[in-house]
């Protein structure tokens, strides 16, 4: 039982490069999460999924798009990067997401930086 | 969901004690009361969580005020692998947002050998 895996786990890229953050959980979790966290700051929501088939935009979704592949698969896109997206990306699931009492689990993180 | 807050930083002697506070005064009656950490470049992890009950597990004890206004988290003997930022957390079952976390800064908690 691996949880949450992430890939790649550092990045670099130029501006105006695209790239595509890669996470899976196999808990069998409904929910899906995105966040981005900046030097110093608390977690900022990007994107979710509650459930299969459903996206939805959290805080700061400008200039990502997102992929819910499968139950277990939740895709990161940055079309045209910029250096603002300079950050380190979390993945995470939670099994139902509306239940307050749930759990969420989180993968290990993605470092990336946008020169 | 409601607001947090909570000091900014914190130290602890090893194998003491600490009480990281967090008041939540506008709670509802339906918000739960989670607290996460992350170490060091690495993503948050779960601690606990509780509703209105004093809650304990193998990592931490919960204690919540009778008004649920204010919440404590309580590790019985901190060691260094307990530095981390600490987040107290609000979740609701409706609303908007009801599916997300919403993380403030948290309370940095510096262990001291």
């Known amino acids: 039982n691996a949880g949450v895996t992430q890939t790649p786990k550092f990045q670099v890229l130029k501006t105006g490069q695209s790239m595509t953050l890669q996470c899976a959980q196999d808990?069998?979790?409904?929910?899906m999460y995105w966040y981005r966290q900046d030097p110093g700051m608390g977690l900022r929501l990007i994107y979710y999924?509650?459930?299969?088939?459903?996206?939805d935009k959290g805080e700061v979704p400008n200039g990502y798009n997102v992929s819910r592949l499968n139950k277990r698969e939740f895709s990161l896109r940055l079309e045209s990067a910029a250096p603002s997206q300079t950050s380190v990306y979390f993945c995470?699931?939670?099994?139902?997401?509306?239940?307050?009492?749930?759990?969420?689990?989180f993968g290990p993180g993605t470092r990336l930086t946008v020169l | 969901d409601a607001k947090t807050t909570q000091p900014n930083s914190m130290e602890s002697n090893e194998e003491e004690p600490v009480h990281l506070p967090c008041n939540h005064s506008?709670?509802?009656?339906?918000?739960?009361i989670h607290w996460y950490r992350q170490l060091p470049s690495q993503g948050p992890e779960y601690v606990i969580h509780?509703?209105?009950s004093n809650v304990n597990n193998r990592m931490a004890s919960l204690a919540i005020a009778e008004d649920r206004k204010s919440s404590t988290l309580i590790l019985h003997r901190a060691t260094l692998r307990d530095a981390a930022v600490y987040y107290c957390?609000?979740?609701?079952?409706?609303?908007?947002?009801?599916?997300?976390?919403?993380f403030g800064k948290g309370t940095k908690l510096s262990v001291i050998p």
């Open positions: 995470a699931s939670r099994l139902s997401g509306l239940k307050a009492g749930d759990t969420q689990y």
């Open positions: 808990m069998n979790h409904n929910s």
């Open positions: 999924s509650a459930s299969e088939g459903t996206t």
């Open positions: 506008t709670i509802s009656g339906t918000d739960y």
């Open positions: 509780g509703l209105t």
């Open positions: 957390i609000l979740k609701g079952d409706s609303g908007a947002g009801s599916y997300q976390l919403t």
